[in-house]
């Protein structure tokens, strides 16, 4: 019991630790209006690969916690497939968001949706496959949480970069706690 309360904790401050961080490099490289890459390859190819390079850095972050941790069995495949999923939330994002609202606060709701679910069900694929249909779901949901929260933070900010680390926090600190509870549900997997 002990060993699997040290093992929970360490996950989650790790979590919560290196997230930020991916999340802040990813910011660095590839946000869509500030980032290098976008800066320096104009149009949608410098966007979908500022998209890539953003969510490949979260994803990468994820993927090292997961494998320091062993909480969850990963795979390289987790930053593909996060990075696929962030680029995919994105792109819709900004294709739907003003389209479906005009409000500034519901468009981080809406952008948030659209990010939480590509990203939930891009990285099952690669994650989850031994999780029930009711662990899915909480994931599902926990990434719409997670992003919701973060994008609602990042609109009200108008994407100031000084709130980039608290962005990466909240989604960190929602996406973290479901991944506990999922874990939970599962009983103790053979990690």
């Known amino acids: 019991m002990t060993q699997n309360l040290t093992l929970r904790s360490r996950f989650f401050l790790e979590w919560l630790a ?7 490099l990813g910011s660095l ?4 209006s500030t980032g290098i890459v976008p800066m320096v390859i104009p149009g949608m190819v410098g966007l979908v690969l500022g998209d890539l390079i953003f969510g490949g850095a979260v994803g990468l972050a994820q993927y090292l916690v997961f494998n320091r941790t062993r909480f969850l069995p990963a795979t390289i495949g987790w930053i593909l497939t996060h990075s696929l999923g962030f680029t995919l939330g994105a792109r819709s994002g900004a294709l739907f968001t003003f389209r479906i609202t005009q409000d500034g606060n519901m468009a981080g709701v809406v952008f948030g949706v659209f990010m939480g679910a590509s990203i939930a069900v891009v990285t099952t694929f690669a994650l989850f496959r031994k999780f029930s249909p009711a662990q899915l779901l909480i994931w599902l949901v ?8 973060g994008e609602s933070i990042a609109f009200a900010s108008n994407f100031s970069s000084f709130t980039v680390p608290l962005v990466a926090l909240v989604i960190a600190a929602i996406s973290g706690t479901g991944i506990l509870f999922m874990r939970s549900l599962a009983g103790e997997l053979q990690v």
């Open 18 to 24: 290196l997230n930020p961080i991916g999340f802040v």
């Open 29 to 32: 490289n590839g946000a869509t």
């Open 142 to 149: 926990t990434c719409i949480l997670a992003w919701v929260a």
